[in-house]
């Protein structure tokens, strides 16, 4: 009895059982000062500058919004040495930011061996793969950003 109310008072997020409300409670997020559709470009050109990045077409996972009401916009990496598929989103937010959060990794190109950052992964695995991230992609499209400005 005793565990089922607790796990009522979880799903209802009345109790702090890790229960954020909104989407992507555990992502890591990344605040950048330029638009929403700035950042959108800056994450095309890097993709088209790093075409091995790009998720492999037989995944049907496409970058975008899933439908006109969807606050996110859907961003999918690939790293192909370690076979493995990064899902981010890009969101507007105040003051002229924009949110880049990584959200999870895909084991494989078989959808649905997702593993949540700051959620799934030890903290020494975990803070690995956010360096990964930050190294590989985010630092370069912080890069492109910073051309552009400058151009």
């Given at each position: ?6 796990g009522l008072i979880c799903m209802l997020g009345i109790s ?136």
């Open positions: 009895m005793i565990v089922s109310l607790l702090s059982c890790n229960y954020a409300s909104g989407g992507y409670p555990y992502a890591e997020r990344y605040e950048l000062n330029v638009s929403e559709s700035v950042l959108i470009e800056a994450v095309q050109q890097f993709k088209l500058k790093n075409p091995q990045l790009n998720v492999p077409d037989s995944t049907r996972l496409k970058d975008g919004r899933n439908s006109a009401e969807d606050h996110w916009y859907h961003v999918y990496f690939y790293y192909p040495d370690e076979n493995q598929i990064l899902y981010t989103w890009l969101r507007s937010g105040d003051n002229g930011h924009t949110t880049f959060a990584f959200v999870s990794i895909n084991d494989g190109l078989e959808i649905g061996n997702w593993k949540e950052i700051n959620k799934d992964y030890p903290d020494r695995s975990n803070a690995m793969h956010k360096q990964v991230f930050e190294r590989r992609i985010l630092d370069k499209i912080k890069t492109i950003l910073k051309n552009k400005r400058t151009d």
